[in-house]
């Protein structure tokens, strides 16, 4: 069964030195929304000076690699682009170079998505609102489409609508659209009372209307990993940590690529709901246990 521990400084002291690469998570991790998790820059530039590797692994796919750059810098934060791993960029390094996308590209995401399928040279659709006038099926039967749309990308929109829901399953009902989301994440951590939907519900609403399932790039498939390893060389899995605050993606995610995990308590899950899995018969919840958790990654800072 999976065992999963606190961080202490003597245990943390067991652990750097076994470590050369470290994946972090951005949101509920080093900041939320725009304010920085204290010490986080403190504990990542800790681990640099010791000859880490660290790269910022993300689901979030409303920014381009160039954004999360900005807003690293910004926040205080060290940075290359190289070092972000984010899914608007893995999905259009996925319709470029693995599908060979000859077509357009029906978009349900943000303004950054869409700046990664510039990059790639992939022409798109359907960025911006698009929104219905009403209960109208005359309407609905008349919307528009573009012949030359051969692939459904799902990512977060924050102008999701009934049209384009519409114009998603349509899409999808000729079984050659591919079909392609950034993540799955359910919930947005942040530090409110008020929750956030995540990417996930998007995709959840147009894989109920398109009847298709995916190809999910994000946490926990293994596709972020993989290609930081195709990338970089000398990528060791037993010697690489992710570091995360939910369970079901980053801990998932490295527990499915063979990783040291690490759950920090600031954004979505707890110390607690990792022991609680840990207690569990379930095999499912054992693959939820992460080898370590602490309350903030600046945490590690005293540690270092």
Known sequence: MAACRKLTKEIASELIPKIDTVL????????????????????????????????FVTNNSTKSRRQYLQKLTKLGFDAKQEEIVC????????????????????????????EELELMGIPYTGIGPDHASGYDFEEWANLPFDPEVK?????????ISFHKLIKAATYLNNPDCVFVATNEDLRYPYNSNVIFPGTGVIVQA???AGQRE?????????????SISKSFSGIDPSRTVMIGDRLSTDILMGRNCGLKTLLVETGINSGEDALENERSDSKEQQQLVPDYYIPSLGDLAEFL
């Open 24 to 55: 972090c998570d951005c949101d509920g991790v080093i900041w939320q929304g725009n304010n920085v998790i204290p010490r986080t820059a403190e504990t990542l530039n800790k681990l640099r000076q010791k000859g880490k590797r660290v790269f």
């Open 87 to 114: 899914t608007a960029f893995a999905a259009a390094a996925y319709l470029k170079h693995s599908v060979k996308l000859e077509g357009k590209v029906y978009l349900i995401g943000m303004e950054g998505m869409a």
């Open 151 to 159: 692939a459904v990308l799902v990512g977060f929109d924050a102008h």
């Open 206 to 208: 147009v894989k109920s």
């Open 214 to 226: 995916p190809v999910v790039l994000g946490k926990p498939s293994k596709h972020l990993f993989e």
